[in-house]
T-cell receptor, first 116, second 113 residues
């Protein structure tokens, strides 16, 4: 079946512009995660959705970052007034459930964001 | 708080040699531990996971890892490296309440002919 998809695959924007990144999880997966991978660094957790609620937003770096999710479907990560330090690959992952019971997270290919 | 440390940001081995990628974790609760691989220009793929069953875990592509509680380690090994193993490898621990993954900094594996 289809895996996690993300769009766009690449985004180049100018400093100060807003960007929206989209994630389509695997159908039926209730848990959705956003991570960020900056050049030469590991992956940083940003936000976790269970259904359309976000019980853990602790990784969002600033109030310029926000995310929403429609039901158990698409999620959008929005970055307002982009800064050069926002340049990174943004990865989305989904799993059949979050929380105590482990379920494998399946990752999308990522969106490479470049802020000029 | 949970954390993961990967020793060595870059490891180089010859084809056919042993691969050893080191990972140490910190967790106040019994951890779920993972190794992911990221091939160039591709997404992350799960290699193997430890979820408190057998301490020696076998994964895909001939990789395995051993959970050692006394050493708080979860090192990844493969007896004989192949050129196709060249990639970046990430060790991660799972937050038990949300399932979010806390990753190490990653280790780039280079395999020389």
């Amino acid at each position: 079946g289809a895996g996690v998809s993300q769009s766009p695959s690449n985004k180049v924007t100018e400093k100060g512009k807003d960007v929206e990144l989209r994630c389509d999880p695997i159908s039926g997966h209730t848990a959705l995660y956003w991570y960020r991978q900056r050049l030469g660094q590991g992956l940083e957790f940003l936000i976790y959705f269970q259904g359309n609620s976000a019980p853990d937003k602790s990784g969002l770096p600033s109030d310029r970052f926000s995310a929403e999710r429609t039901g158990e479907s698409v999620s959008t990560l929005t970055i307002q007034r982009t800064q050069q330090e926002d340049s990174a690959v943004y990865l989305c992952a989904s799993s059949s459930a979050g929380g105590e019971v482990y379920n494998e997270q399946f990752f999308g290919p990522g969106t490479r964001l470049t802020v000029l | 708080a949970q954390s993961v440390t990967q020793l060595g940001s870059h490891v180089s081995v010859s084809e056919g040699a042993l691969v050893l990628l080191r990972c140490n974790y910190s967790s106040s609760v019994p951890p779920y531990l993972f190794w992911y691989v990221q091939y160039p220009n591709q997404g992350l793929q799960l290699l193997l996971k430890y979820t408190s069953a057998a301490t020696l875990v076998k994964g895909i592509n001939g990789f395995e890892a051993e959970f050692k509680k006394s050493e708080t380690s979860f090192h990844l090994t493969k007896p004989s490296a192949h050129m196709s193993d060249a990639a970046e490898y990430f060790c991660a621990v799972s937050d038990r309440s949300t399932g979010k993954l806390i990753f190490g900094q990653g280790t780039t594996l280079q395999v020389k002919p």
